[in-house]
């Protein structure tokens, strides 16, 4: 009988994933009896563990952000409620946290205004997940080359017309969900945000200290990420204010 190598390497992988799994069920478990008993600081050891393994999930993080609020942890609180929106950005029970940690920041920032175009085209977006534009886009596209191909294959004038007005009308809709996707995959890319983590941190006009200081930020200010220098970060923060701090004090999400 052969013996096939890459088989079982298969084999032993999908069996170590399934047990990986399991634990972390377990250790998932065990950390939510330890927050419903008031023991944060030892659930969020659980939860760690899970980290540990490089798994990654809205509830986990939803959960490490409850146990920082029970303790107080500002930065801490808002980094992970900010991790389980980034990959469930319409959880109504994580919008609601997140607006609870936010209230314990000492910095209150207003953002910039936004025309009502720009809020519309907002709203737009934020009606479906990329996922789903991903596989509206693909729809659309598929639905013009039946159209167009009944328009190529069809004698009849009246016919002709409705399906070539049918394939531009889907040709149209493919284009906005591709534009849509391609800005919101541009925009996940280039933004970088992260938690300032400091208790306080100086922000400087020029990466540099000797320069002017032109305001003070706390913990658990989220900040966008733009460039580094030599042991500095430049930040700009969500009214457009922008300086740059000295590196390490900003955990990225």
Known sequence: ?????????????????????????LLFEKGNELYNKGE???AINEYNKILENEL?????????GNCFYKLNEVAKSNFYFEKALILSPKDQYILKNLSFAKNMILDSIEELPKTQVQKNIDSLIFLFSFRIWSFMSIGFMLIFFISSLFYLFS???IHKRFYFS????????SFLTSNIIWKESKKLNETKNGIIFAKELSVF??????????FILHEGTK???MDKLKGWEKIRLVNGSE????ENQIKTL
Not at 243 to 246: A, P
């Open 1 to 25: 009988m052969k013996f096939n190598m890459k088989k079982s390497f298969y084999i032993v992988f999908l069996l170590f994933k399934i047990g990986f799994s399991q634990t972390s069920d």
């Open 40 to 42: 944060f600081e030892l």
């Open 56 to 64: 990654h999930s809205p509830e986990l993080y939803f959960n490490l």
């Open 155 to 157: 004698y009849n004038s």
């Open 166 to 173: 049918l394939s531009i009308v889907f040709l149209s809709f």
């Open 205 to 214: 006009s020029e990466p540099n200290s000797r320069n002017e200081e032109i």
């Open 223 to 225: 900040v966008q990420l």
């Open 243 to 246: 300086g740059w701090v000295i």
